[in-house]
Every structure is written in structure tokens, then in C-alpha cells.
């Protein structure tokens, strides 16, 4: 399938503290990623309801990702876990109404890992590129 010309809209949610910061490293040593990723800032991902996930794609974004601190390093202890069993829940929700599961990731990565933080975003939009525009567009 050819998606010439197909720059999709990607929504990443972040938290203030590790992903915050590895955005910044990420600029201050220049590193590129694409400009198509729109970030949310919450106060920990811990916070991302299913809701939010959901509302991205039904707003039109072609993909949707979580930054998180790593495993065992979450300033609120373990909201990146709730993050993550958040994210296999909206998983199977969007494999159930057919938007698919393989638009929705979540990354975990450390205050300093800005090449990190925007291989995340090339991954996704990349992964993107290949699946082609949200089927509720």
C-alpha cells in the first residue's frame, strides 16, 4: 500500500519529569525528530486515562504514544505501570473496533536519553507511515 505524501498526526503523552527531560536533552544536543508528534504534557503518565487514548484517534490522530519514566524509576512510584496495563487495555479496545493496536505504544525513558526520546518518535511515525491514515477519518 502506497502512502505517498501521507504525513500522519501523532499524539505522544508525556510526563513532566523523565520524558520532559529527555525532550529538552533531545533539543539541547540537537537531536531531530518529526514535527508531526504533538505532545500532551501530564503530570505522570500514570494519569493517562484509556479516555485520552481513545480521543486522540477519535479526533483524528493517526497514532498515539506514552513517554514514561522507566520501570521501577516513577516519581508517583509506579505510574508507569498503571500507564502501561493502561495502554494493553486500549490496545484491545482498538484491535475490538478496528482501528488496531499496533497505533498506540508507550516508550520508557530516562531524563537524559534524548536520542531515545526521539527514536520514539521516529518509530512511531515511521510505523505510521506503513499502516496509513486512521480508518475513522
Known amino acids: ?3 505517498n505524501g501521507f504525513e500522519p498526526e501523532i499524539t505522544g503523552f508525556m510526563c513532566i519529569y523523565c520524558a520532559d527531560m529527555s525532550a529538552d536533552t ?3 544536543l540537537r537531536v531531530q525528530y ?12 500514570g494519569k493517562t486515562d484509556i479516555r ?5 484517534f477519535e479526533e483524528g490522530a493517526d497514532g498515539v504514544y506514552i513517554v ?3 520501570i521501577g524509576n516513577c516519581h508517583h512510584v509506579r505510574g508507569n ?10 490496545k484491545e479496545i482498538l484491535d475490538e473496533i478496528g482501528i488496531g493496536s ?3 505504544d508507550i516508550f520508557f525513558v530516562s531524563g537524559g536519553q534524548g536520542e531515545t526520546f526521539a527514536q520514539a518518535a521516529r518509530t512511531m511515525t515511521e510505523r505510521i507511515k ?3 491514515p486512521n480508518p475513522l477519518r
Open 68 to 70: 514514561a519514566c522507566p
Open 52 to 56: 485520552y487514548i481513545l480521543k486522540a
Open 1 to 3: 500500500m502506497s502512502n
Open 81 to 90: 505501570e498503571r500507564a502501561l496495563r493502561r495502554v494493553n487495555k486500549a
Open 26 to 28: 533531545a533539543g539541547a
Open 34 to 45: 518529526p514535527a508531526n508528534v504533538k505532545l500532551v504534557k501530564l503530570p505522570c503518565t
Open 102 to 104: 499496533q497505533r498506540l
Open 130 to 132: 506503513e499502516l496509513g
